[in-house]
């Protein structure tokens, strides 16, 4: 393509000198991100050489991967390309080539305004970021559930409509929370019909206290929004947030840019029925009404699946969900497996007996463990925290 040749007849030693000091810079911020979940040489020796490797119709690479039947623009196939350039071993695995339709590279050259080499560094980190979670993507482990967190309903025009009610939200454990977020995301987008692309999400703020006030979950749910859930938000509505919630509303709002900011609105039980009556329909409507009234006669904690309540999904069965993915991998119609990290994923939510979730968990998590004194701190402090914000 015309890229591919531009990009091939640059003398070596004058695209090395042109990036030098921009790639300084680069290592110098990553080395400053310790949290950044790309493997930060990797990603530098890919940009080095970036000017250096062409991206060929017949590279061995490109044919190893490429899925049979995409007629893929070469500008698409360039991003991706240099996406595998910047992942460990310069390595693209099946199940992260077969994610990279045009559809969705598109979206990333979208965000990045048709810059190729920085589209492919966001694309990598993304696929980087699928294949740490590809077991909960390919639904072949269903996570620990941490709430109701669930497609609810789907509206008219094929928009999944996302659920979750503070009510019944457990103590945060960042990672059972990101699994969780992330099965029911996946499930989010195999779940959309027709024209639909993007999925809504309301939050229940009902039930919000001062045990949810721990901002550390905050940080890789917006990346998972920001990054491999790119531009699939179409829009976020928070129902009858408290004031103590605008802690977390603030320490979210800085991770993700403008565009998604200006998605989030604010509502009332009311308000919210109205607005997806006229985004999704009166029956999606009436759904939300439904289960908005239900989770206010009663205080109790009770996530994941119950009488009346089906996980991930009130619209579509899992199985079904994830069939394509669990193909993807080679496994066929195989079963969904539950957890393997149940009982560890709930021994790290370990807290005061007083303020666990409900009486059903303690149950589970047992009253004689003990608790450190550290533990013990951060509640009381967030307890104090939440009565000064009052």
Same mark, same amino acid.
């Given at each position: 393509g015309t890229f591919a040749a531009n990009h091939a007849c640059q003398p070596q030693e004058r695209s090395c000198a042109k990036i030098g000091a921009p790639l300084a810079m680069f290592r110098a911020l990553l080395d400053s991100l310790s949290c950044c979940s790309v493997d930060r040489r990797s990603l530098c020796d890919a940009l080095l050489d970036r000017t250096m490797t062409p991206v060929s119709k017949n590279s061995p690479s490109s044919n190893d991967v490429e899925p049979s039947g995409y007629v893929v623009d070469p500008k698409i196939q360039a991003v991706i390309e240099q996406a595998r350039l910047c992942l460990p071993n310069q390595k693209m695995s099946w199940w992260q080539r077969s994610w990279c339709s045009p559809e969705i590279v598109q979206v990333y050259l979208k965000g990045r305004k048709g810059d190729v080499l920085a589209a492919a560094?966001?694309?990598?980190?993304?696929?980087?970021?699928?294949?740490? /979670?590809?077991? *909960?993507?390919?639904?072949? #482990?269903?996570?620990?559930?941490?709430?109701?967190?669930? @497609? $609810?309903?789907?509206? !008219?025009?094929? /928009?999944?409509? *996302?659920?979750?009610?503070? #009510?019944?939200?457990?103590?945060?454990?960042?990672?059972? @929370? $990101?699994?969780?977020? !992330?099965?029911?995301?996946?499930?989010?987008?195999?779940?959309? #019909?027709?024209?639909?692309?993007?999925?809504?999400?309301? @939050?229940?703020?009902?039930?919000?206290?001062?045990?949810?006030?721990?901002?550390?979950?905050?940080?890789?749910?917006?990346?998972?929004?920001?990054?491999?859930?790119?531009?699939?938000?179409?829009?976020?509505?928070?129902?009858?947030?408290?004031?103590?919630?605008?802690?977390?509303?603030?320490?979210?709002?800085?991770?993700?840019?403008?565009?998604?900011?200006?998605?989030?609105?604010?509502?009332?039980?009311?308000?919210?029925?109205?607005?997806?009556?006229?985004?999704?329909?009166?029956?999606?409507?009436?759904?939300?009404k439904g289960v908005l009234s239900l989770n206010r006669q009663g205080t109790d904690c009770q996530p994941g699946e119950i009488e009346g309540r089906k996980m991930p999904s009130e619209v579509d069965d899992a199985v079904n969900l994830f069939r394509s993915a669990r193909r993807q991998l080679g496994s066929g119609s195989a079963s969904i497996q539950p957890s393997a990290e149940a009982s560890a994923a709930e021994a790290e939510t370990t807290m005061p007996s007083s303020w666990r979730c409900c009486r059903r968990r303690r149950a589970q998590q047992g009253e004689t463990r003990g608790v450190s004194k550290f533990q013990e701190s951060g509640f009381m402090r967030l307890k104090l925290f939440w009565h000064a914000l009052g």
């Open positions: 560094k966001i694309l990598a980190e993304a696929l980087q970021w699928r294949e740490q /979670h590809r077991d *909960i993507l390919s639904g072949s #482990r269903v996570p620990v559930w941490q709430s109701d967190f669930r @497609i $609810l309903a789907r509206a !008219a025009s094929g /928009h999944p409509i *996302i659920y979750l009610c503070y #009510r019944h939200h457990m103590i945060p454990n960042t990672q059972a @929370i $990101l699994e969780h977020g !992330a099965y029911v995301l996946e499930a989010a987008v195999h779940s959309m #019909r027709g024209d639909a692309r993007q999925f809504d999400i309301i @939050i229940d703020c009902y039930g919000f206290n001062h045990t949810h006030l721990d901002p550390r979950p905050i940080v890789p749910l917006m990346k998972m929004i920001q990054q491999p859930y790119r531009d699939r938000l179409r829009t976020a509505i928070f129902v009858g947030a408290p004031s103590a919630f605008n802690f977390l509303y603030r320490v979210g709002s800085p991770l993700v840019n403008e565009k998604t900011r200006r998605k989030a609105m604010f509502a009332s039980p009311d308000e919210a029925v109205t607005h997806i009556a006229k985004t999704g329909g009166g029956d999606a409507a009436q759904t939300l």
